[in-house]
């Protein structure tokens, strides 16, 4: 039992890092380009880490709104994507309002910064739900072709 819920714990643990570390280099570029179309050639590290502890707490959300246990399809996974979808723009636009990421982009930049947003949203939900689905559905097709075999 304790080895099972660990081996769970720990899965859970590598998946939920592994968007942490995408939402942060997300964010990281996008403020890099920022500060650059600014005239600007840094960014303090406090807001690193300010960076890196809003991608974990939306990372974490998503876990949370998505176990990895589970499989969603039809108004299950459109809720839990509207959920989705909710707190991860919450957590990333209410981050940068609160922190001052972005201060002094100008209104067309703020679009763009939307826009991008929810590209790389939609990206990470289409993995999750589209591509890695339907490669697991290929591996659990072969695997059956193979024991018939």
């Not at 922190?99 to 100008?106: I, K, N, S, T």
Request: proline share 2%; glycine share 8%.
């Amino acid at each position: 039992m304790f080895r099972e819920e660990f081996i769970h714990y720990y899965s859970w643990g590598v998946t939920m890092k592994y968007h942490m570390g995408v939402y942060t280099a997300a964010l990281v570029f996008t403020d890099c380009i920022a500060q650059w179309l600014m005239g600007r050639q840094s960014i303090p590290i406090l807001v690193l880490g300010e960076m890196l502890l809003v991608s974990m707490g939306v990372a974490v959300l998503e876990s949370w709104i998505f176990p990895r246990r589970e499989v969603w399809e039809g108004e299950a996974l459109i809720r839990r994507t509207a959920l989705w979808a909710l707190a991860s723009n919450l957590g990333f636009v209410g981050g940068a309002a609160l922190c001052g990421w972005f201060d002094g982009v100008p209104l067309w930049g703020a679009a763009l910064l939307a826009l991008f947003l929810e590209f790389g949203l939609a990206s990470m939900w289409f993995a999750d739900h589209v591509a890695l689905r339907r490669d697991t559905q290929r591996l659990n097709e072969r695997l059956r072709q193979y024991q018939n075999e």
